[in-house]
């Protein structure tokens, strides 16, 4: 805001524009005393400026029926005299005999502010921008609420329909070990420039692409000319970690799992990240590596080179537990390599490219009526990948948003006969904080569909249940059973929702925890019989999602609303690959 031109007040109450100088002083740094003299009325403002307000108190207090314009004059005159709950009803009367006049609402929304009701202002003021969308007061006006209420995003789309706010300074957290030219190219605004909200939201992704900063966030400080400094918060992930103990905590977080994750970031402040998973587990042994970086120093593209090892014993069943026979059995041995490569092309879109080559072979095989001869296709495989990711939707002021992404994965596998085959899969996220202010409550749903064209080995069949390897959980359908995988449904079409609501029940700098129930929907199908689940599945339960020294985990209690089964699971925080843009897990 231009902190050397005071707020032009004319049209308003004199009461009023006093609210609107205090208003603006906080947020601007300065007071518009001068405007506070300006008359608010139309035909008698030359009268009214000259007398007190108990004056005109008394004179219109004692006619039955005044017009809209002396009801306004009469609750500016009794928010002068600081009666601000007979001024609203003055006001509301006004509006009601004037319910094209925008001075109504806004003075409604600038007492509400008076009294700290920000969300009743932000109201109010909403139906005065909907009789003028072009009106500079009220627009600013909203964007200091949001500004107050730690919404930012919103404040900003406000500001902007007003050319502001001026940025005066970036300001980063001391002690960065990133290279500043990273940081510089990962912000799309920069000082003696407006900060639009696009230039804000693409600034957010591409520091969060950078996989050195747990949760980026950007804050606006106003300053005494009017002018604002953008500050940078999120702590850097270095090396191993902060300290031993981080550094511990990150790397034994899945000890339980039999599995140990080494990570190392920000490699000589170049923001390439190194993430690795080792599992011991008889059943479900595996090593991967990856290793992603800005392309050529431009936090706008990154890349990322993969490699997984995979030996696995499957055991195919209908359910996780009971009385159920053996559908099949193998052991599956798996090794692939990847390349991927992403471009954030702004805060509503990005895309991501990639190419793997992969071999598989199958051992100890146990023919079933859930395993089918076709899909033991072993040997080379060769696929290109290609996704979008695309905003649909976003609501700053509502606090909610729609996340979509599409793509699909064409492959050959040089098999004996060969085969070629196209994965095409879509999804959508919807996110949503119910409150004005604050995240003690959010509410997320998930939507996924997938379907397969063609012949693919067994590896490349989609799961359907709760599995740390997979993608698409269904809570209380466990994909493991005696620790092997293979009793989750299988198939090459695939409908999932996943609903959930969580309350921060807890929070501290180095403590988090959230509690919420869930809801779990979906079906699995294929031609080839013995797979799919063969009817629509439903679970329903809550689930915990804690963290603690910035490793995560969440435990789940699910119940199969169809066979009454309940199911306990332990999951943990997996730091997400490049490849994640691709559908890889």
């Avoid at 899945?254 to 402040?269: K, L």
């Avoid at 499957?314 to 390599?337: K, V």
């Avoid at 997979?470 to 209380?476: E, G, I, T, V």
Wanted: hydrophobic letters at 40%.
């Amino acid at each position: 805001m231009e902190g050397d031109r005071p707020l032009d007040l004319a049209g308003c109450s004199p009461g009023f524009a006093l609210i609107r100088a205090v208003f603006f002083s906080f947020l601007c740094g300065f007071l518009a005393a001068n405007a506070v003299a300006q008359t608010s009325s139309a035909d008698d403002s030359s009268t009214t400026a000259t007398k007190d307000a108990a004056q005109i108190v008394r004179e219109l207090e004692a006619l039955r029926a005044r017009t809209a314009e002396q009801e306004f004059s009469y609750g500016s005159a009794l928010a002068r005299a600081g009666h601000s709950g007979e001024a609203r009803d003055a006001f509301l009367r006004g509006r009601e005999l004037a319910p094209g006049d925008k001075r109504f609402p806004q003075e409604l929304a600038g007492i509400a502010f008076q009294q700290k009701d920000y969300k009743l202002a932000a109201s109010w003021m909403r139906r005065a921008i909907a009789l003028d969308p072009a009106d500079e007061y009220a627009n600013q006006f909203f964007a200091t609420v949001y500004f107050l209420n730690n919404n930012l995003d919103a404040a900003v789309e406000y500001w902007n329909k007003a050319g502001k706010p001026e940025i005066a300074a970036v300001r980063t957290p001391t002690g960065l070990r990133v290279r500043p030219e990273l940081l510089d190219r990962a912000f799309a605004f920069a000082p003696a420039s407006e900060l639009r909200l696009p230039d804000l939201e693409t600034s957010r992704v591409r520091t969060n692409a950078l996989g050195i900063f747990g949760n980026p966030r950007f804050d606006l400080a106003a300053r005494d000319d009017g002018k604002f400094d953008v500050t940078l918060s999120g702590r850097e992930r270095n090396g191993f970690g902060r300290t031993k103990w981080l550094a511990l905590a990150s790397t034994f977080r899945g000890v339980f799992s039999q599995t140990v994750n080494p990570e190392y970031y920000n490699v000589r402040g170049s923001a390439v990240n190194f993430i690795s998973l080792l599992r011991w587990d008889v059943d479900k042994r595996r090593a991967m590596a990856s290793l992603s970086g800005p392309w050529r120093r431009n936090p706008k593209y990154r890349y990322e080179l993969l490699v997984d090892l995979r030996n696995e014993n499957w055991d195919l069943y209908s359910s996780f537990r009971g009385p159920a026979p053996l559908l099949g059995a193998l052991n599956m041995r798996t090794e692939r390599g990847a390349v991927t490569f992403a471009s954030f092309e702004s805060g509503r879109w990005a895309w991501a490219t990639g190419a793997e080559l992969s071999h598989r072979d199958f051992r100890s095989v146990v023919p079933g009526l859930g395993l089918p001869a076709e899909s033991l296709l072993e040997g080379l495989e060769l696929k290109q990948q290609m996704r979008i990711n695309y905003l649909l939707f976003r609501h700053p002021e509502r606090r909610w948003d729609v996340a979509t992404q599409a793509g699909y994965e064409l492959g050959r596998i040089w098999s004996q006969p060969g085969h070629t085959f196209v994965k095409l899969q879509a999804s959508a996220v919807g996110h949503w904080l119910p409150q004005f202010r604050g995240d003690n409550y959010e509410m997320q749903e998930r939507l996924y569909v997938g379907r397969t064209v063609g012949t693919v080995p067994f590896d490349e069949l989609s799961m359907l249940g709760a599995e740390r390897d997979n993608d698409l959980w269904l809570r209380a359908h466990i994909g493991t059973r005696d620790g092997r995988k293979g009793s989750a449904s299988l198939g090459r079409r695939h409908f999932l929702s996943n609903w959930e609501m969580d309350r921060n029940v807890v929070q501290t700098s180095v403590f988090q925890v959230k509690l919420g129930p869930f809801v779990d929907t979906g079906a699995i199908a294929d031609s080839w019989s013995g797979l799919g689940s063969g009817k629509w599945l439903w679970d329903t339960g809550l689930q915990a999602k804690v963290r603690v020294l910035g490793a995560g985990f969440a435990v789940s209690y699910g119940r199969d609303l169809r066979s009454g089964n309940g199911a306990l699971y332990l999951t943990y925080e997996r730091k997400a690959e490049l490849g994640a843009l691709l559908g890889r897990r």
